[in-house]
């Protein structure tokens, strides 16, 4: 038994490494520049969608403020970029420690609150985060806890948010992108493979049956809460990074739910599942607008529908489902071509 779970885990590793060798070193040579840059925003929003997954599929809290933290993220970035000339790692990882403390204290709720009324709560912290914003927008360069410039418009001199200095280039951030999310999903796989991932299970399960075991509850709600908001933060910078000059219109309250939406599609249970998500939340609109000419408002109903049978008939998800449905499908048609009639010479 033992030997047969390292030979899964192998295998599921160097399919993670083909993936990833194939998105650094593949997809760069065959995409063009509008390609590179909704791929980018797939793995910054796959990581988004990694923090919502931590915090619903692993420990059962339903929290929809996961692009609010997004946005302090990119926000916290922007004002750090512009504020110092610190390396880009470190700045990645201020903006993740600041969003961190913030997630902390979002998720002190979750200590006596759970299911729609945490859910209620979250929403109502993305909400006055895009109210804030709407008021105060993102840094342009200029002084003061802000950051805005004393007229406080952006211009066509306003500077965009610095990247790496070896990864100015789209392609060259895009690897860069890649690179840190990759990263992060291992950071996501030590905690759910360790001890904190079995406190996680054990709470998601039953809390006063994990309270019976002996686990902190409360250390580990706001662990979880720690983990999906620094790393929400880091792809908020690194979003910061890719759109130059972000503004307060990109980031809107209802992207919660279409982002709560996509990560449920794709399978809130596994980490793979972000990635999925990434997919729907970024490359199919990019698809419908960009490349088909299609309203991307009808991925709204599609989201609908697909959610809909997710809970219904598939609550593992497509990364679940998919798989599931592609090796019925394989035993159909072999057991069909068993029951065809066999030729004179096949009888003999």
């Known amino acids: 038994m033992t030997a047969h779970l390292e030979r899964g885990v192998a295998v599921r590793a160097a399919?993670?490494?083909?993936?990833?060798?194939?998105?650094?070193?593949?997809?760069?040579?065959i995409a063009g520049a509008d390609w590179i840059t909704t791929f980018t925003s797939v793995a910054?929003?796959?990581v988004v969608a990694l923090g919502f997954g931590i915090l619903y599929g692993r420990v059962g809290l339903i929290s929809l403020g996961q692009v609010a933290l997004l946005t302090i993220g990119c926000w916290v970035g922007t004002r750090i970029a512009y504020a110092t000339s610190l390396p880009f790692p470190l700045v990645l990882l201020l903006a993740g420690g600041i969003t961190c403390g913030i997630g902390i204290l979002v998720g002190l709720p979750a200590?006596?609150?759970?299911?729609?009324?945490?859910?209620?709560?979250?929403?109502?912290?993305?909400?006055?985060?895009?109210?804030?914003?709407?008021?105060?927008?993102?840094?342009?360069?200029?002084?003061?806890f802000t950051g805005r410039s004393t007229t406080g418009a952006l211009t066509t001199s306003t500077p965009p948010v610095r990247r790496p200095s070896w990864a100015v280039a789209d392609v060259a951030y895009y690897r860069y992108t890649v690179i840190v999310c990759a990263l992060l999903f291992l950071l996501a796989l030590i905690h759910v493979a360790g001890k904190p991932g079995r406190a996680w299970a054990t709470i998601r399960e039953s809390e006063p049956a994990a309270?019976?075991?002996?686990?902190?509850?409360?250390?580990?709600?706001?662990?979880?809460?720690a983990l999906a908001s620094f790393v929400t933060g880091v792809a908020g910078c690194l979003l910061a990074a890719q759109v130059g000059v972000p503004r307060a219109i990109t980031f809107q309250t209802q992207d919660s739910l279409t982002l709560a939406a996509t990560a449920l599609i794709g399978g809130i249970f596994s980490?793979?599942?972000a990635i999925i998500a990434g997919i729907f939340n970024?490359?199919?609109?990019?698809?419908?607008?960009?490349?088909?000419?299609?309203?991307?408002?009808?991925?709204?109903?599609?989201?609908?529908?697909g959610l809909l049978q997710v809970l219904l008939t598939?609550?593992?998800?497509l990364i679940d489902q998919f798989p599931k449905d592609v090796a019925n499908l394989?035993?159909?048609?072999?057991?069909?071509?068993r029951k065809l009639p066999r030729t004179r010479t096949e009888q003999k």
Not at 314 to 317: E, I, N, Q, R, Y
């Open 111 to 144: 200590l006596r609150l759970s299911g729609l009324y945490l859910a209620l709560i979250t929403l109502m912290f993305a909400g006055a985060t895009t109210i804030v914003l709407s008021v105060t927008d993102f840094p342009n360069g200029g002084g003061g």
């Open 330 to 337: 394989a035993r159909l048609i072999f057991s069909g071509f």
């Open 15 to 29: 399919i993670a490494l083909a993936l990833l060798a194939i998105a650094i070193f593949v997809l760069p040579q």
């Open 282 to 305: 970024q490359l199919l609109p990019f698809l419908f607008q960009a490349q088909w000419g299609l309203n991307p408002n009808f991925l709204l109903i599609i989201f609908g529908v």
């Open 211 to 225: 309270l019976a075991a002996g686990v902190n509850t409360t250390l580990y709600k706001l662990w979880a809460f």
């Open 44 to 46: 910054i929003y796959s």
């Open 271 to 273: 980490i793979w599942g």
């Open 314 to 317: 598939a609550p593992g998800g």
